[in-house]
């Protein structure tokens, strides 16, 4: 299973890539998310994914960053994973270096080290993945997250998952509309989970948005905020894509 193998890869590369780098502070993202008419909107950096390969040959992160900012995107999210996603570290601070914007460092944490390591190099919130750590890990991590002035993205792909990240009472939860073992991709995801979620806690739905119509369906089915990366990342005018997800002025294209 893919979610397995990179697992099992990062544990070879994680020893190099726990560095000291600077800290920065962040904001109240998760009320930020709440307080949007429509939907707030983070978008992706990432150059590689293990269901479509390469997205992006000329790869620049201060590039999207700068786009990002530019189109009125709400938050960027960062791939820093480097064997299937290609990513890295530094791409948090290039975009760092060019974009106030918040910053989600979206990774494979494994590692108390790592959430440490996420504040250093200047994101304002981290990923959790459920699925890939036990119920004290994940506990321990948020919670030193947390303490870090770090918000989390506490990510779910099932009902089982939910009922676990519940437990940590978290702020924000991010419904994954892949799924990690087969990668088949479905709204319905969102829809199924979101009516199980407490109201006060905001809601981001992940994987799968290109049109209009995906906008509405997450935000009818209770959806705070999007990630969008793919989507993004291939079109040459993010400003007019951002505006055509949002208020559908001409069909977006599914890839």
């Excluded at 190099?16 to 992706?44: C, N, T």
């Excluded at 199924?192 to 992940?206: K, N, Q, T």
Aim: charged fraction near 30%.
């Amino acid at each position: 299973m893919i979610l397995d193998t990179i697992i099992e890869k990062k544990k070879t590369t994680l020893e190099e890539e726990l560095m000291r780098m600077l800290p920065r502070e962040q904001g109240k993202i998760a009320k930020q998310m709440k307080l949007y008419d429509s939907l707030f909107v983070i978008g992706e950096i990432k150059k590689a994914s293990p269901s479509k390969g390469v997205i992006v040959e000329d790869f620049s992160a201060a590039r999207f960053a700068n786009a990002y900012d530019e189109a009125g995107i709400n938050a960027i999210s960062i791939l820093t994973e480097r064997n299937f996603f290609q990513g890295g570290l530094e791409n948090i601070e290039i975009a760092r270096s060019v974009s106030d914007l918040p910053i989600l460092r979206k990774d494979f944490i494994m590692d108390a080290r790592e959430v440490v390591q996420t504040k250093r190099i200047g994101a304002n919130m981290m990923l959790l993945i459920v699925a890939m750590l036990e119920d004290a890990t994940l506990r321990e991590f948020y919670q030193l997250a947390r303490f870090l002035d770090l918000e989390c993205i506490v990510e779910v792909h099932n009902e089982k998952e939910l009922e676990r990240a519940l437990q940590l009472q978290p702020e924000i939860i991010g419904i994954n509309n892949r799924d990690l073992h087969t990668f088949a991709v479905s709204l319905e995801t969102t829809k199924r989970l979101a009516s199980r979620i407490p109201a006060d806690i905001s809601i981001v739905s992940e994987s799968g948005i290109f049109t209009h119509e995906d906008m509405e369906y997450v935000r009818k089915a209770g959806a705070d905020a999007v990630l969008i990366g793919e989507s993004f990342m291939r079109c040459p005018d993010i400003r007019t894509h951002l505006q055509e997800l949002k208020y559908g002025s001409c069909k977006a294209v599914r890839y």
